[in-house]
Nanobody
Framework: QLQLVESGGGLVQPGGSLRLSCAASGFTLDYYAIGWFRQAPGKEREGVSCISSSAGSTGSTYYADSVKGRFTISRDNAKNTVYLEMNSLKPEDTAVYYC????????????????????WGQGTQVTVSS
């Protein structure tokens, strides 16, 4: 059974940091582009950051303007896990964060951050508040 499980969310003060993890089971993440998405109450889903598969343009990444310079996406293929390091968190970063995997080849990893993936995790809540 193909499964993605997010972890690492929680409550943090403005300016703080969190690291989210997306662990895969039942398949190997190497061959998938992986994206982090978020959805706040009453808002549309937003593609936060995406990283290409290891078989494609290795290390190609995309960041939404809202998180550029503050968030970093990375993958550890040995652990079959993708991370999202979030620094300088703001209240507007509050949302449920989801990871997704995309098996289809794309001309740009940004496309995945726009349209999503084939498989999704259940989400982890991130709350930034004092």
């Amino acid at each position: 059974q193909l499964q993605l499980v997010e972890s690492g969310g929680g409550l943090v003060q403005p300016g703080g940091s969190l690291r989210l993890s997306c662990a895969a089971s039942g398949f190997t993440l190497d061959y998938y582009a992986i994206g982090w998405f978020r959805q706040a109450p009453g808002k549309e889903r937003e593609g936060v950051s995406c990283i290409s598969s290891s078989a494609g343009s290795t290390g190609s990444t995309y960041y939404a303007d809202s998180v550029k310079g503050r968030f970093t996406i990375s993958r550890d293929n040995a652990k079959n896990t993708v991370y999202l390091e979030m620094n300088s968190l703001k209240p507007e970063d509050t949302a449920v964060y989801y990871c997704a995997a995309d098996s289809r080849p794309r001309p740009s990893v940004k496309i995945m951050c726009v349209i999503g993936g084939d498989y999704w995790g259940q989400g982890t809540q991130v709350t930034v508040s004092s």
